[in-house]
């Protein structure tokens, strides 16, 4: 381990004496953004991170929650703590901290300069720590140019109606999931003649810069031939004809690109996105059964999911053991089971469940249990993943042991958890992460096939 270099607090009566002075630019960073990535402390090397004592006072409050929420808040609060030990007690003036993972910042806590009138003038009450921030940014534009960066629309619009320049945060390294998963490309017809007499073509004749390990390509020839392959160990490799995966066969070639990842041992990390209704958890579910029940190649089936009620209907706590409280909660695997099935009957569905549970072929769990545990030789799927911060999917993509493989399947555009958005939740950071290597996979589907009715409702609402 690198050993920090401790840089004294710039003190003004020998800032001439000072090597180094903060950048002049200041970054105030609002509560959600500390939420949503405790990391964002230290995002900004080329600018003076300012945190109003509102912002630590917001942490203070939220400390004590149980989820990751609560975990942010402390883990913010624990490392201004370090910072402020080794700043020599306090954080009233700017401090360099030279950080192990990314390297030297400027970190001051601001006390005082609060623009009390204007924000009163305004109509904004300083009863709100939104406004008290707010304040706080008007205060610190004394001193230097002033950003705001908050992931609360709301709290940007306010800002810039003030005279600030408003910025969402972008996770350091993220961006919004772009692409299918797949590319069409034109090629030749004798290119295509090998391809159907050696299943593979060993070199690329397209853009190798724009393909990346396990993604798909359509390949066209103006013959009106087409095949569908993949990018497997430097060669594009013919798709395997598809066939029945516990009773569910892919109905488009998107499906047929997610079955072909989902059913690859060489791929232990797949990532599934798309509208609602497209089948994301069908297949990752029927693919897991089929590869634990039929083939025996993982010793079963875990299904987890974030407890987090839709669009705000949350019904309170429920009654009963664990078992019962996740009944409700587990529906939807319930309603997936029913698809599954030959009979497509509800009952037939919960005897189903109740042998895989027996058998150990089948485990429902919440992500709130699974730290600590090592899960070894299981199918794993995470369903809703676009609801989970970057900080759970570490701590899912960490619990995974030997010869297990993992499958995050959701919707970014579906997000009912403050502090998210498109760029930091679980499958964008994970999509980002992961992308360019040989043991990820990602494909989004895009055709609803769950009834004509869900179909319209995905694209008319």
Not at 304 to 331: C, N
Request: charged share 25%; with cysteine.
């Amino acid at each position: 381990m690198s050993k920090k270099r401790v840089v004294k607090p710039v003190d003004e009566s020998t800032i001439e004496n000072t090597p180094t002075l903060p950048p002049v630019d200041q970054v105030v960073l609002d509560t959600c953004v500390l939420l949503s990535d405790p990391n964002s402390l230290f995002q900004y090397p080329d600018k003076l991170v300012v945190l109003p004592l509102s912002v630590v006072e917001e942490l203070d409050k939220h400390k004590s929650r149980i989820d990751t929420v609560g975990w942010a808040a402390r883990e913010c609060l624990r490392r201004l703590e370090r910072v402020r030990v080794e700043a020599g007690g306090d954080l009233r003036l700017p401090y360099c901290y030279d950080s192990v993972d990314f390297g030297k910042v400027w970190l001051r806590v601001e006390t005082n300069g609060i623009h009390r009138a204007k924000i009163t003038e305004l109509g904004l009450g300083l009863d709100r720590s939104d406004n008290r921030i707010l304040a706080a940014c008007l205060g610190l534009t004394d001193n230097g140019l002033v950003t705001l960066v908050s992931s609360d629309a709301a709290m940007r619009l306010k800002a810039a109606q003030l005279g600030l320049i408003a910025e969402d945060f972008i996770r350091l390294g993220s961006i919004e999931i772009i692409g299918n998963g797949w590319e069409s490309v034109d090629v030749s017809k004798d290119l295509l003649d090998t391809l159907y007499a050696e299943d593979q073509i060993d070199d690329f004749l397209v853009d190798e810069s724009n393909v990346v390990p396990n993604q798909f390509l359509v390949l066209k020839s103006d013959n009106k031939q087409s095949a569908l392959v993949q990018c497997k160990d430097g060669k594009l490799v013919k798709l395997r004809e598809g066939g029945e995966v516990w009773g569910i066969r892919g109905r488009s070639k998107e499906q047929r690109f997610a079955l072909d990842l989902l059913l690859d041992d060489n791929v232990p990390v797949v990532v599934l996105a798309g509208p609602a209704g497209t089948g994301k958890t069908l297949l990752a579910l029927a693919s897991g059964l089929e590869l634990s029940v039929n083939n025996n190649r993982f010793d079963g089936v875990s299904l987890y999911r974030p407890v987090i009620p839709a669009a705000k209907q949350d019904l309170g706590f429920l009654p009963g053991d664990l078992d019962e409280k996740l009944d409700a909660w587990s529906a939807p695997l319930l309603d997936t089971l029913v698809a599954t099935s030959s009979s497509k009957n509800l009952s037939d569905a919960k005897r189903l469940r109740e042998e895989l549970e027996q058998r150990g072929k089948l485990e429902i769990g919440s992500i709130a249990h699974i730290r600590g545990r090592s899960i070894i030789n299981r199918f794993i799927i995470i369903d809703e993943a676009q609801n989970l911060e970057p900080s759970a999917a570490k701590l899912l993509l960490t619990r995974i042991g030997e010869g297990s493989k993992v499958v995050l399947c959701g919707d970014p555009s579906q997000i009912d958890v403050p502090y998210l958005s498109s760029t930091n939740n679980s499958l964008s950071v994970v999509v980002n992460a992961f992308s360019g290597s040989e043991h990820f996979g990602y494909m989004r589907l895009t055709k609803g096939e769950r009834s004509a009715v869900a179909e319209l409702a995905s694209n008319l609402l």
